[in-house]
């Protein structure tokens, strides 16, 4: 029922910045959780970020390897998720995907999520 398409991604230098965005279609946004994850080469797709519904006051959670560094919000306004990424490294280098579950608490668990955007690609030069 929900479709999530990414955008945002590319090449930056470690240092950088760079803005994801997820816009989502077919579903009331605002009552969907949504999370950020990501998968290096020859890793496992690992949790970044997640923010939950707006009905929950849009709490937010962030892995340990990206606090201080990365921000995830929603603008429901344009059914848009974002992940701000600050300060980025090499060992940023991913597939980001956004993933959505109509669900108003968030988990950092990739089988809760129903809905997967497609991913973008993120690549940190050093």
């Known amino acids: 029922q929900v479709q999530l398409v990414e955008s945002g991604g590319g090449l930056v230098q470690a240092g950088g910045s760079l803005r994801l965005s997820c816009a989502a279609s077919?579903?009331?946004?605002?009552?969907?959780?949504l999370a950020w994850f990501r998968q290096g080469p020859g890793k496992e797709r690992d949790f970044v970020a997640a923010?939950?519904?707006?009905?929950?006051?849009?709490?937010?959670y962030y892995a340990d390897s990206v606090k201080g560094r990365f921000t995830v919000s929603r603008d429901n306004a344009k059914n848009t998720v974002y992940l701000q990424m600050n300060s980025l490294k090499p060992e940023d280098t991913a597939v980001y995907y956004c993933?959505?579950?109509?669900?108003?608490?968030?988990?950092?668990?990739?089988?809760?999520?129903?809905?997967w955007g497609q991913g973008t690609q993120v690549t940190v030069s050093s």
């Open positions: 993933a959505a579950v109509s669900k108003v608490v968030y988990s950092t668990n990739q089988n809760e999520y129903e809905y």
């Open positions: 077919g579903s009331t946004f605002s009552y969907l959780s």
């Open positions: 923010i939950s519904t707006w009905y929950k006051g849009a709490s937010t």
